[in-house]
């Protein structure tokens, strides 16, 4: 893992690790969330990791550098100049997050409005949430996001609401280079760089106010902790210490959105299912992945014991309800219901729109038909099992509606947001496909240049 990468990491890492710290020290501690908890929060984990350095430079066991490989031009400049794109977008990104004002809709309504009354009453218990005569929308809604804009606030010590869209505007890099690192894993070098630029040519995720990187929504926070944790946790050998950031990771889903707690069972069971494949053909990372995928699941618990008990004092009103009404006969019902392909117009329209994705879904598609990897390829059966895991939510959430215009509405302003959820894994599933696909020209390439094989010619005939 590059350095790049270990930074996109590290800021996820450790906007998780805030949210939950300050969630847990203000609801079951009872502390006042101000600055001094802020930092004392940010303390905890760089002490920890100096703490650890100075042990394994004790014990002499520092990891050694690796040996570099020998550089490629071609593809040296390649990977330049998507850094230099991926450079400029982030830029501008940022350059609005420091200059213009939140305009997005969820990002006031929601997440900004209960940061506020957070950062007002000391306490993630506030009484406006347990109020049942106060009027606020989604007052369930999980608080990791609002913690964390209060966490950048009083550390910067300032009401302006710039500081906590920079830390929002920094996801989009960071989703970047976590696309970037995952589909090198999973595919290989070359097809990362063209799955990478294909994602940075996708013009809605940086620049839409409503669930892009310009705005205060926590889908793009979503993308980053699930897919963060699903890169960590599908991989040959984790360690322990992988499957405790991945379960950190998940949790922060959990406490990010209603969707993250579907999606982290997901990747659980995923994970599990690798582990006990693992154990079936007696390979050597059966144990590890056994122990990365329980740590990850402890943590998980914790977080979701968490949110139950946060959730238990405060009462349900203004909200759609989709997990108080949730029963596994309607969920398996509605999944082939016929209210959900009533969208089915509305969600083509919106994926096929150049102005929102450009040319990836019209190019995406045909560049997997004509490559598609083979199913029984283990990192091919899940990353597509995790990039449907969200998708099926949301179809079971949109046959909860009657058809016509309100279930056209909700998949109009949620389905790109929800392809962006299972981003990391659908660019994993793209980059399979490249890879197969600059496989086969360069299989072809290689039986049109090879020389034909001549027969000998016949002898002469003896006179």
């Known amino acids: 893992?590059?350095?790049?990468?270990?930074?996109?990491?590290?800021?996820?890492?450790g906007v998780a690790w805030i949210g939950m710290f300050l969630y847990f020290a203000s609801h079951f501690g009872g502390v006042t969330i101000d600055g001094p908890l802020v930092f004392i929060a940010a303390f905890i984990p760089l002490a920890a990791?100096?703490?650890?350095?100075?042990?394994?430079?004790?014990?002499?066991?520092?990891?050694?550098?690796?040996?570099?490989?020998?550089?490629?031009?071609?593809?040296?400049?390649?990977?330049?100049?998507?850094?230099?794109?991926?450079?400029?977008?982030?830029?501008?990104v940022m350059g609005n997050a420091l200059t213009r004002p939140l305009e997005d809709w969820d990002g006031r309504m929601t997440w900004s409005t209960q940061a506020i009354f957070i950062r007002d009453a000391g306490t993630v218990d506030a009484a406006v949430l347990r109020s049942p005569e106060s009027f606020l929308n989604h007052p369930r809604y999980p608080l990791l996001m609002p913690l964390a804009q209060d966490a950048a606030l009083a550390a910067a010590g300032s009401d302006d609401e710039h500081v906590f869209r920079a830390m929002y505007a920094a996801f989009y890099p960071a989703l970047v280079l976590l696309i970037a690192e995952a589909a090198r894993r999973w595919a290989g070098a070359r097809a990362a760089l063209v799955t990478t630029l294909a994602f940075l040519t996708i013009p809605w995720?940086?620049?839409?106010?409503?669930?892009?990187?310009?705005?205060?929504?926590?889908d793009l926070p979503l993308a980053c902790f699930s897919g963060a944790a699903l890169a960590l946790l599908v991989r040959g050998r984790p360690r322990a210490s992988t499957g405790l950031a991945a379960g950190l990771l998940l949790a922060a889903a959990v406490l990010t959105k209603n969707e993250g707690l579907p999606e982290a069972a997901a990747t659980l069971a995923l994970a599990g299912g690798g582990a006990a494949l693992?154990?079936?053909?007696?390979?050597?990372?059966?144990?590890s992945r056994l122990l990365a995928t329980a740590a990850a699941f402890g943590v998980v618990i914790v977080a979701l014991i968490l949110l139950i008990d946060w959730r238990s004092s405060i009462p349900l009103r203004y909200d759609e309800s989709y997990f108080e009404t949730f029963s596994l006969s309607s969920f398996v019902t509605n999944l082939v219901s016929a209210r959900a392909f009533s969208t089915l117009p509305v969600i083509a329209r919106r994926m096929f729109d150049p102005g929102l994705w450009g040319l990836f879904w019209w190019l995406a598609?045909?560049?997997?038909?004509?490559?598609?990897?083979?199913?029984?390829?283990?990192?091919?059966?899940?990353?597509?099992?995790?990039?449907?895991?969200?998708?099926?939510?949301?179809?079971?959430?949109?046959?909860?509606?009657?058809?016509?215009?309100?279930?056209?509405?909700?998949?109009e302003v949620t389905w790109n947001r929800i392809l962006l959820q299972a981003a990391v894994p659908g660019c994993g599933l793209l980059a399979l496909a490249v890879r197969r696909l600059l496989t086969m020209s360069a299989a072809s390439c290689k039986l049109s240049t090879a020389p034909s094989s001549s027969r000998p010619s016949p002898a002469p005939p003896k006179p």
């Open 1 to 13: 893992m590059g350095l790049a990468s270990r930074l996109a990491f590290a800021y996820l890492l």
């Open 49 to 92: 990791g100096a703490v650890v350095a100075a042990a394994l430079l004790a014990m002499k066991r520092w990891r050694a550098p690796v040996a570099r490989r020998p550089r490629r031009p071609l593809r040296t400049l390649g990977w330049l100049a998507c850094a230099l794109l991926a450079a400029a977008v982030s830029a501008a």
């Open 205 to 218: 995720i940086p620049f839409d106010r409503d669930g892009g990187a310009t705005g205060a929504y926590s």
């Open 278 to 287: 693992a154990f079936r053909r007696r390979r050597r990372s059966a144990r």
């Open 365 to 411: 598609p045909v560049i997997f038909l004509a490559a598609v990897p083979r199913f029984r390829r283990p990192p091919m059966a899940v990353l597509t099992l995790a990039a449907a895991a969200p998708l099926v939510v949301a179809w079971s959430a949109y046959s909860q509606h009657s058809p016509g215009p309100t279930a056209d509405f909700y998949a």
